[in-house]
């Protein structure tokens, strides 16, 4: 029905820069809509970034200026570029997808939202000293 793997997660310096990749598959992965989260130690899950059907974006407060979602759909990856990375940005990191709507043109719930999406994958750690 539907898979996703997170990778290009590392250790790195405050100031640097990483890309995440998810690479997904499946029928019903591939028709949602779909977002990065990360869960850093002692913190619950945070939605950072993620796609409308329509190809908006949105992004937390957080992260806005930093991160870039992106899709290569030809491919079906997910990417997450991440620059000018913080101590507080150390998380695992990882790509969900939320199903399309039957009544609108959106996928159903709020992109930020955990509870709105149904397939995850692992995760991908990222470790920023300073």
């Known amino acids: 029905q539907g898979a996703l793997r997170e990778s290009g997660g590392d250790s790195v310096q405050t100031g640097g820069s990483l890309k995440l990749s998810c690479a997904y598959s499946g029928r019903l992965v591939i028709t949602s809509c779909l977002g990065w989260f990360r869960r850093a130690l002692d913190k619950t899950r945070e939605g950072v970034a993620a796609?409308?059907?329509?190809?908006?974006?949105t992004y937390s407060d957080s992260v806005k200026g930093r991160f870039t979602i992106s899709n290569d759909a030809a491919n079906n990856v997910l990417y997450l570029q991440i620059d000018n990375l913080k101590p507080e940005d150390s998380a695992l990191y990882y790509c969900a997808a939320r199903p399309p709507s039957a009544v609108s043109p959106r996928c159903i719930g709020r992109p930020l939202d955990a509870n709105a999406y149904n397939f995850w994958g692992q995760g991908t750690q990222v470790t920023v000293s300073s």
């Open positions: 796609f409308e059907r329509d190809g908006s974006t």
